[in-house]
């Protein structure tokens, strides 16, 4: 309830409120006189004459606050006629203001519809023109669609090109080793490692290749072990003997393999870490030595797992794939 007085108290001007509030003073001071007269309290004469006083100090406040809100409320007369006077000066000069507008709104809707006129012309004029280059632009998107399309076959016919031209310089190159110095240091941590070649394709290319890699694995600290190839086979490395012949492989590109009881699978799950050194070491060799071989292996470098006890590591450098 106490908001409910509180929203309805503030709807009230200032002199409206001053006024109310002195009422209410005013009441408040008549009651304490009554009170006064009670027999009750008439005995007690320093009650008596506390209440008394309080109701003088409340009438005379009440009595001063309901001259105080006559004031305000002539002043506040005072402020709207004055406010008042002023609407009204303001009113006629606007009257004045808005009679001249409409004289010049007069002419203006004059111009207005001679210009009309004219836009209406240039509006015709425009259309016929917005037509003529439509034509035009339907005609020059026909050209540049035909000229796209001619630009895409050169496009791809220089693609296919240039694809048979790599392709023919991958099958002229000379299969090597790049960056000798840093697949040498990469495998010199597996210094003493033991590896065989059992086998190598019978062209120049692939003799070429087997040897760069030995070359490569000597330098690194690895032992290559005797290949004993069997029939047909390649003396490759000195001294040429039967134990160091190399077999003839059918197979393409270069792949590496290992002895284990366990399957690649196997192999695979484990920590790089817990795996037997040699197999780690085919690891560096297949991760280090072939992805910088030039041209690429399209197929990649083959780690195969053969099921034994050897720990060589067997690398086949077969023919160009």
Do not use: C
């Not at 590896?195 to 070359?215: C, H, N, P, R």
């Not at 284990?260 to 030595?289: C, G, H, W």
């Amino acid at each position: 309830m106490t908001w409910v007085f509180l929203l309805w108290f503030a709807t009230f001007t200032p002199s409206e409120k001053v006024a109310l509030t002195s009422a209410f003073l005013v009441l408040i001071g008549v009651i304490g006189e009554y009170v006064v007269e009670v027999k009750a309290v008439e005995e007690r004469k320093l009650l008596a004459k506390r209440i008394k006083r309080l109701s003088m100090a409340l009438l005379v406040l009440g009595l001063s606050g309901d001259v105080l809100g006559i004031v305000m409320g002539q002043s506040e007369m005072a402020v709207l006629t004055r406010e008042s006077g002023d609407a009204a000066t303001s009113a006629r000069t606007a009257r004045q203001e808005a009679d001249a507008v409409k004289g010049i709104a007069d002419e203006a809707r004059a111009d207005a519809k001679d210009a009309l006129a004219k836009s209406q012309t240039a509006q015709r004029e425009l259309a016929q023109s917005e037509a003529d280059a439509a034509k035009a632009q339907t005609a020059a998107s026909n050209a540049l669609h035909t000229a796209s399309e001619a630009g895409q076959v050169a496009h791809d016919a220089r693609k296919e090109v240039a694809e048979a031209a790599e392709e023919l310089k991958r099958v002229k190159a000379q299969r090597s080793i790049l960056h000798l110095d840093n697949v040498i240091v990469a495998l010199q941590q597996f210094s003493g490692a033991e590896y065989m070649f059992s086998g190598v394709g019978a062209d120049e290319d692939s003799l070429t290749l087997i040897k760069q890699i030995d070359d490569i694995l000597q330098k690194a600290g690895w032992k290559r072990q005797p290949a004993h190839g069997v029939y047909p086979a390649i003396n490759v490395f000195e001294p040429q003997t039967a134990d160091q012949s190399v077999t003839v492989a059918l197979m393409s590109g270069v792949n590496v393999s290992v002895d284990s009881q366990e399957t690649f699978a196997q192999l695979q799950a484990k920590q790089i870490a817990d795996l037997p050194e040699y197999v780690r070491a085919a690891i560096s060799l297949t991760l280090n030595m072939f992805p910088n071989l030039y041209p690429p292996q399209e197929t990649g470098t083959k780690a195969n797992v053969i099921k034994g006890n050897a720990t060589v590591i067997r690398i086949t450098v077969g023919h160009k794939p």
